[in-house]
C-alpha cells in the first residue's frame, strides 16, 4: 500500500485524491477484466455441458447401437443355424432318397441277373437240343459222296467234290 505525505491538517488531498483515482481506474479495469473473465467461464462452461450433453448422447448412441448390433449378431447366427439345420435335413433327404435309389437299382439289376442266369440255363438246355437233334439227323449220301471224308481231307488242289468234277463227274448217281 502506499504511504500519503502528512501535512498540517492531515494527508495531501490531491495526492490522496490520484491515488483514489488510480485505484479506482484499475478497480474498474478488474472488474471489466472480472466481467470478462465470467463471461468467458460462462461460455466454457456451457460449452462443457454442451459436450457432456453431446458426450452422453453419443454413449446413449453407440449404446444403442451396439445394442441393435447384438440383437443382429444373434438373428444372423440363429438365421445361419436355421440355414445349417435346413440343409442339413435336405441334405439327408436326398441321401435317404439316393440309397432309396440305389436300392432300387440294385434290386433291378439282381432280378435282371436271375432273369439272364434263367435264359442261360434256358439257352444252354436249348443248346443242348439243338445239338441232339443236330446229331441225330441221317444225312443221305448225295452222288456217292462221302460227306465226312470232305471235312477229313484237305488237299491243295481244292475239296473231293472239285476234284470229282475235273474228273468228270465220274461218281454220278442215276435218277
Known sequence: MKSFKIKKQGYDRFEVDTE??????SITSLEQQLHVYKRQNQQVAEQV???KNRYNALVSELSAKEKAADR????????????????KVNADSIIREALSTARLILVEIDRIGNESKEIKEELRINAIKL???????????VWGFNWDSIDEEQDTSGSTLDREFADGGSKSTEY
Open 72 to 87: 443382429i449378431s444373434r438373428l444372423a447366427l440363429k438365421e445361419a443355424n436355421t440355414v445349417i439345420d435346413t440343409a
Open 20 to 25: 483514489m483515482t488510480t485505484l479506482q481506474d
Open 131 to 141: 445239338q441232339e437233334t443236330i446229331e441225330s439227323l441221317d444225312i443221305p449220301q
Open 49 to 51: 455441458v454442451m459436450i
